[in-house]
């Protein structure tokens, strides 16, 4: 059984349509590999992300305390509800590298609002010339849509094993 990959792209700050922010939204940037290594595990595992599962102390660590990378926690409500890494890459590229939401957040429209404050956050920097993000067919069935009704667009698709998809 096959899966496909998609990358998607935003060019420009103009191509950017963001979302309401919901009563209750909330966000805070996080510093802390343990917390890294505990939403990957804890929200990825519904979406099958296992690209990290082999990932000892060390190597979260490293991850998470390069300056290139921010961690969000997003809570709705007062309750955790998600998270977002965005990695600062070369000629001004910034990846959402992760993305994920918990089960019971799901359906709630706080996708599109974190969608939103990692766009933002993405564009914070005056050097980002293009935010970019992958997602599979694997992902929620409503991804792809999310990332185009905030401006994204495909710009590669692959087919890939199941089991290449994270």
């Known amino acids: 059984m096959n899966s496909t990959i998609y990358s998607l792209e935003m060019n420009s700050w103009g191509g950017f349509s963001p979302s309401g922010i919901?009563?209750?939204f909330a966000f805070t940037q996080v510093h802390d590999p343990v917390i890294n290594?505990?939403?990957y595990r804890e929200i990825g595992e519904k979406w099958q992300w296992t690209d990290?599962?082999?990932w000892r102390e060390e190597q979260w660590t490293r991850w998470a305390m390069r300056a290139e990378v921010e961690t969000w926690i997003v809570s709705f409500e007062g309750e955790e509800a998600g998270y977002f890494e965005l990695e600062k890459q070369e000629k001004g590229n910034v990846e959402i590298v992760y993305f994920g939401l918990r089960a019971a957040m799901i359906g709630r429209g706080i996708g599109s609002a974190m969608l939103t404050v990692a766009i933002k956050r993405a564009w914070a920097d005056s050097g980002t010339r293009r935010v970019w993000v992958h997602t599979c067919s694997e992902?929620?069935?409503h991804a792809v849509a999310n990332y185009e009704k905030?401006?994204?667009?495909?710009f590669k698709t692959?087919?890939?094993p199941r089991m290449s998809c994270s």
């Not at 905030?150 to 495909?154: E, I, S, T, Y």
């Open 52 to 54: 990290r599962l082999g």
């Open 22 to 24: 919901p009563a209750g």
């Open 37 to 39: 290594e505990r939403l």
């Open 150 to 154: 905030r401006g994204f667009r495909v």
């Open 158 to 160: 692959e087919v890939v």
């Open 139 to 141: 992902d929620h069935p």
